[in-house]
């Protein structure tokens, strides 16, 4: 009997639900009436029995015990639907005939080479059935299916011991070794959280930064984002962004503080209309374009990307050339949330949602909102055949089957990739030939434990923030639920701590908001004048506002008056 695969878990359980969703929803009412049947004869009935000492006796009374109509419903199922026994009648068999407690038929059980009460009352059941049907019982055969259960479960399980040490050497030799340079820092009092929405994309342009915002919705839009705003170093105010000659802003992006936005006019197309600050905007019609329901613009290596559902193209003034195509234009099994009304359908190949796609050696980056309302990145490479999750590129190898969401990634001074997570604390680095480094994992800059026995530093003003990074120059900057810190050349210096107000008896470093005075930082912006702005996971825009004493903290307001781009 070959081993099923599916139950070949860490922990064991036999005879898994998995059958149950395999049938249709009339005979699982039936079996799962016939279970409750059975639970309460095998838990009654079977305590005034004398506990049988083999497998013989078992059988024996069973036939006795229950009713011809009980009988009949296990003989004219299907082995399959066993495994809905397993629950209700096999715990009343192991409860009331001491499988669990070394009775006599459970010593029986032992001799033969099966240890496991599960594996008894599975092969009591079964047994059962195939009398039933007057059919041999193969108990040697059963039991050797047991036996190579647990054989295939131990060499798994020496596996993965052996992994974990090739991990904890890897993650050993991976780790930068970032040393704190100080841990004092001024302090800045969080605000109340402002109602507002996700922010997604925070481009510098001008004297501020544009700020897209994202908010969760049922129905689909061709349109990914919820609004562009405009935030200057001089202003409190974000201003709904308005652009020439772009009745429908669909994206932005800005490179080398050009900003490029991706438009649609009703009679025209789809086009890009490019802007630089206080410059005459220009735009080219993108002509070679299939008809389209959306489109995403993305940074590549050498200019724009333009994404489509099932196809990645580069831009060159108007002209588009097809670098990816994608295998089909959906995917059964979504990996991504679009917001759609139905999740159970097909969604696009590419993700609709996903804050801007960037191009990185050889590959599409992509980060999503998943199901869960957690973000997750993905790669395509554009020479393979699809998406690699996180786990793929950096969580397997190095950490096993945990689960790590990311919240943002950014390009370095020396063009590696930046990836953070705020709730794992865990910041790692995609060098240019694909080598991997970890900069900070579960909040620790020198990880040499074993993943299992891992405790956070006791002291939250030593966890360094990894929820939204920006880069400048060689100076990376980075922004957590406790604070903002910079690194330079391996040393962290904290900038600003956050905490709560006064009789506030909290620290910041939580993973859930509470008393709604949190930040989930996502995206990190640097103003010239040292004062920051934060994009939040979930409320809205802060800014960190530099004083001569320190910094302090205040909500932008939503300004009716838009900044119109001409």
């Known amino acids: 009997m070959p081993i099923n695969q599916k139950r070949l878990n860490?922990?064991?359980?036999?005879?898994n639900c998995y059958f149950f969703y395999q049938i249709p929803m009339i005979k699982r009412l039936t079996i799962f009436i016939l279970t409750i049947i059975l639970s309460n004869c095998s838990s009654v009935t079977t305590s005034n029995n004398k506990v049988p000492s083999t497998l013989d006796e078992a059988i024996i009374q069973l036939k006795t015990m229950l009713s011809e109509e009980d009988l009949d419903r296990i003989k004219n199922g299907s082995e399959d639907d066993l495994a809905l026994l397993h629950h209700g009648f096999g715990t009343g068999l192991r409860n009331s005939w001491g499988l669990w407690s070394g009775s006599s038929l459970s010593r029986w059980f032992n001799r033969k080479g099966i240890d496991h009460p599960d594996d008894m009352s599975g092969i009591i059941i079964l047994s059962l059935y195939r009398d039933l049907r007057g059919v041999p019982r193969k108990l040697d055969e059963q039991i050797e299916y047991y036996q190579a259960y647990w054989d295939e479960v131990k060499n798994i399980e020496k596996r993965e011991a052996e992994l974990d040490l090739v991990r904890a050497k890897r993650r050993k030799e991976a780790m930068l070794k970032w040393k704190w340079v100080s841990n004092k820092a001024p302090?800045?009092?969080?605000?109340?959280?402002?109602?507002?929405?996700?922010?997604?994309?925070?481009?510098?342009?001008?004297?501020?930064y544009l700020v897209v915002v994202k908010k969760w919705r049922k129905n689909f839009n061709p349109v990914w984002h919820d609004g562009i705003y405009f935030l200057s170093s001089s202003t409190a105010n974000l201003r709904p962004v308005r652009v020439e000659s772009c009745p429908a802003i669909y994206d932005v992006v800005v490179v080398e503080k050009v900003a490029s936005w991706l438009c649609k006019d009703p009679e025209e197309g789809w086009s890009i209309v490019t802007t630089a600050y206080h410059s005459k905007p220009t735009k080219r019609i993108l002509n070679n374009i299939p008809d389209q329901e959306w489109l995403r613009l993305g940074k590549g290596e050498t200019g724009l990307i333009v994404i489509s559902s099932d196809a990645i193209y580069r831009e060159s003034s108007g002209s588009l050339n097809k670098i990816y195509?994608?295998?089909?234009?959906?995917?059964?099994?979504?990996?991504?949330d679009h917001d759609e009304d139905s999740r159970t359908g097909p969604e696009y190949f590419f993700p609709h949602r996903s804050s801007i796609p960037l191009e990185h050696k050889g590959a599409i980056y992509f980060q999503v909102e998943n199901t869960g309302n957690e973000t997750d990145l993905y790669r395509l490479p554009l020479k393979g055949n699809d998406l690699e999750g996180f786990d793929k590129i950096f969580l397997y190898d190095?950490?096993?089957?945990?689960?790590?969401?990311?919240?943002?990634?950014?390009?370095?001074?020396?063009?590696?990739?930046?990836?953070?997570?705020?709730?794992?604390?865990?910041?790692?680095?995609?060098?240019?030939?694909?080598?991997?480094?970890i900069a900070s994992l579960f909040n620790q800059l020198s990880h040499i434990n074993s993943i299992d026995d891992r405790k956070n530093p006791s002291n939250w003003k030593t966890h360094l923030p990894t929820g939204a990074i920006h880069v400048r120059g060689s100076t990376m900057f980075l922004a957590g639920t406790n604070g903002i810190a910079k690194v330079e050349q391996g040393k962290v210096t904290p900038i600003v701590y956050f905490t709560y107000p006064n009789g506030m008896a909290r620290t910041p470093?939580?993973?859930?908001?509470?008393?709604?005075?949190?930040?989930?930082?996502?995206?990190?912006?640097?103003?010239?004048?040292?004062?920051?702005?934060?994009?939040?996971?979930?409320?809205?825009?802060?800014?960190?506002?530099?004083?001569?004493n320190g910094y302090e903290i205040y909500l932008p307001s939503i300004s009716n008056d838009s900044y119109s781009i001409h």
């Open 187 to 208: 302090t800045a009092v969080l605000p109340l959280q402002p109602k507002f929405h996700d922010i997604w994309g925070l481009e510098p342009y001008g004297d501020g």
């Open 398 to 437: 190095y950490v096993g089957n945990w689960q790590i969401h990311t919240s943002d990634f950014a390009v370095g001074d020396g063009s590696e990739l930046w990836i953070g997570s705020p709730k794992s604390g865990t910041l790692v680095k995609i060098s240019n030939n694909g080598e991997v480094k």
């Open 509 to 548: 470093y939580i993973l859930r908001p509470q008393y709604n005075y949190h930040i989930k930082p996502q995206r990190l912006g640097l103003f010239g004048d040292g004062s920051f702005i934060i994009g939040d996971r979930f409320s809205g825009v802060y800014i960190i506002q530099k004083t001569d």
């Open 325 to 336: 195509t994608a295998s089909s234009p959906t995917r059964e099994h979504p990996k991504f």
């Open 10 to 15: 860490k922990y064991k359980l036999s005879f």
